[in-house]
């Protein structure tokens, strides 16, 4: 039977890192710590710290004080280092504690960064890539498979891969998906596009015209070049196109933002096709070739 992974709470995944007479021994009392004497955890997995939001924390713990201690580890004798709790810690800092309430507990270092990594995937509401680092570290540095991450924080093995594959996206998109700029549906319908050129065009397009992850989806399956399946009509074969002729598509293809099709007989006569999936679609094309005048 499954072990309950987040519902159980931090104390509870805490206590499955250490002997069960340490975690009586040192985890039941509360201290006091001076916050002179306590550090950052350095494999704290949260680079961004919302301003507006700590300062809405500290004006709380102004009011009612800590309602959650910190959880730190002692490193030398008057020196701790932050488990769980650093947006606490930090709040506090601005708030003017000179102390705050805190277990004390003993991990060593693989444990600190797995326990920080857990402690903010559940508690903070991480960016995309922030939590899909997170997800990747535990796995990389802390030796766990998909399966055993998905046990360890309750969530399904298909959601974890769903943020590993974001990490495969260009650093351009990663960016716009902390920023907010775009959804991680709209992430995760541009990763259906192999080539980064074209997730980059998506994506610059997504944000120009604001587009929905339906549209973005839209754009990715004409893209792709999935249609419907025509039940009776037989499929026609056609002859591959060269590949000076192949190129010419792939590059008006990208110059577009759609699955251009591109049809030349052994004569030279053919056709070139630009599909659109809707009046905004052809408004944007029609502005490219205005452009092109």
Same mark, same amino acid.
């Given at each position: ?53 700590? /300062?809405? $924390? ?7 004080? +800590?309602?959650?201690? @910190?959880?730190? *580890?002692? #490193? =030398? ?84 891969? /769903?943020? $590993? ?7 351009? +998109?990663?960016?716009? @998906?902390?920023? *907010?700029? #775009? =959804? ?110």
């Amino acid at each position: 039977m499954k072990k309950p992974g987040l519902g159980r709470g931090l104390d509870a995944l805490i206590s499955d890192a250490y002997d069960d007479s340490k975690s009586k021994s040192q985890g039941a009392a509360v201290s006091e710590i001076s916050i002179d004497q306590i550090e950052a955890n350095p494999w704290q997995p949260r680079s961004n710290f919302d301003e507006e939001s700590l /300062n809405e $924390l500290a004006a709380s713990i102004s009011a009612v004080g +800590i309602i959650q201690p @910190l959880t730190l *580890r002692k #490193i =030398s004798d008057d020196k701790y280092q932050i488990i769980a709790g650093e947006r606490r810690f930090r709040a506090s800092k601005i708030a003017g504690l000179s102390t705050v309430p805190a277990y004390i507990r003993s991990a060593d270092d693989e444990s600190m960064l797995e326990l920080a990594l857990i402690e903010n995937i559940q508690r903070f509401n991480l960016d995309p890539i922030e939590e899909a680092l997170s997800y990747q570290r535990l796995i990389d540095e802390c030796c766990l498979t998909q399966e055993n991450l998905a046990d360890r924080v309750g969530k399904k093995r298909s959601t974890i891969a /769903n943020y $590993l594959r974001l990490l495969k996206l260009p650093a351009e +998109i990663q960016a716009g @998906l902390r920023e *907010r700029r #775009i =959804s991680m549906g709209h992430a995760r319908a541009i990763i259906n596009v192999d080539d980064p050129n074209t997730q980059i065009m998506l994506f610059e397009q997504t944000v120009q015209y604001d587009y929905s992850v339906r549209k973005v989806e839209e754009l990715v399956r004409v893209y792709n070049g999935e249609k419907e399946p025509d039940p009776v009509a037989p499929k026609p074969t056609r002859k591959p196109l060269a590949p000076e002729y192949d190129d010419l598509r792939q590059k008006l293809s990208h110059y577009f933002g759609t699955s251009v099709k591109f049809d030349r007989s052994d004569k030279g006569k053919g056709k070139i096709t630009i599909p659109f999936a809707s009046d905004d679609e052809l408004e944007r094309i029609m502005a490219i070739l205005d452009k092109a005048k």
